[in-house]
């Protein structure tokens, strides 16, 4: 089932102008306009939510704007820097989101996600990172998500929710009680139903299809069948000159697998000799296959690392074989490299001494490309067991951190330090028995204490904070590692309270 998302951003023009502003840019609650010419007049194109709090609407004459609101900052809306700022959101998009995604004018992108949502984490999680990345960059956004562009359209634009997740087949309930202008029908149209009495868009879907074919053509019940999923809406993929691509159209379409597979290595092939000549190496390639009915089918791979080796990149996109869906067959395949990055190809050093590292990049690329998470961890400079270590890409470069190894560290840390009751002798000495998670244990062995002092510089509580770490060994030979919270005497250093924070072997 095809899953569409449409991302509608409200005021983007206005944003746009904040954002090219930067530093300077005026007070949000201060209302902006862009204005522009319908004819021989100047009026309202764009405005931001401030202005609409106004007051002010679209189309209403500029004179009149200024008018109502005392200090209104009015500027000419630029509508080709718009559209061209917009397909490069679009091409950000591609590389992060899905392989077909494409601007939606004036104000809004519209992607195919089909079988991406899980890359993110489910659909919630990746509309929420979408409207989570463009308000980062200080626009303005509502997403839906829906079996349809149209029905996607619909309420990302009309809907009562900033995010919009319509379930399986039920485009039709979601819309049914938005207004016309949800259908993407023209203006004229939407005004002369409105004399009719039409007022929504389940009124439209319940009337007999002729009478309004009549007197308003085929739009009409065009818009209607797209918008709950009857009839295709191909989705063009934005595409660029400095995107390496390679492609093969057919006169007879095909559709079997071993045929499918066969021109993947052969696409394959001649993407990598055309990022070879450019010095590139692919880190994410979308495989596009045309159908012959319209349809589009897609299959993204990624990489860990830049590459340009045609077994493991073929690897990849066969993989996927399985989720395409040929239809009556496909006409055109298209593969492209929609990230790639300088890749620099030296030579291999070996000698008699030194081990060869093995190369787990073909291993890491296919587990991550069937929706895992794969990442090490790495040391970061902090005395604190909990900030010194952080989760990095498998294939990210060594660093020269590491671990204290003065002390020894549990194999174990848990999550978050857990309370622990105990009988010790203060200040420094581990304690003689302790309770953790209902069971009581008694110490046989114990070494420490280990302070640990709090980081200052980045929290003002932890000037004076301390914790006392011990390694001990209960009765039957399991270790542990706990700690003290304060040195034992003073109460500013810490609770004194005794936490359980990881386990040995």
Known sequence: MQRVVSLYLPTWSTDRYRRALGKQAPPVDQPVVMIGRQGNRRVVLAQDAAASAAGLRLGMP?????AIVSGLIVEELKAAEDARAL??????FLRIYAPIVSPDPPAGLVLDTTGADHLHGNEHLMLTGMINRLHGIGFAARAAIADSWGAAHAL????RDQITIVPEHGAGQAIAHLPLAALRLEDRIIRDLKVLGFRTVTELMTTARAPLTLRFGPEVGRRLDQAHGFLSEPIEPVRVPE????????AEPISAAETIARYIEKLVRQLCQDLEKRGLGARRVDLLLHRVDSGLQAIRAGTSRPVRDVKQLTRLLADRIDTINPGFGIEKMVLTATHAEALLVGQTRSTLLDDARADIGETVDVIINRGHRVYRYAAVASDVPERSIQKVSVQAADD??????HWPRPVRLLARPEPIQTMALLPDHPPRSFTWRGVRRVVKRADGPERVFGEWWKRDREQAAVRD??????EVGERFWIFRSGDGEHANTGSQGWFMHGLFG
């Open 243 to 250: 995107l390496v691509e390679a492609f093969r159209f057919f």
């Open 469 to 474: 770490y011990f390694t001990v060994e209960d």
């Open 400 to 405: 020269c951190l590491g671990w204290p190894d």
């Open 62 to 66: 500029a004179s009149k704007a200024q």
């Open 87 to 92: 397909r490069d959101l679009a091409l950000w």
């Open 156 to 159: 990302a634009r009309f809907g």
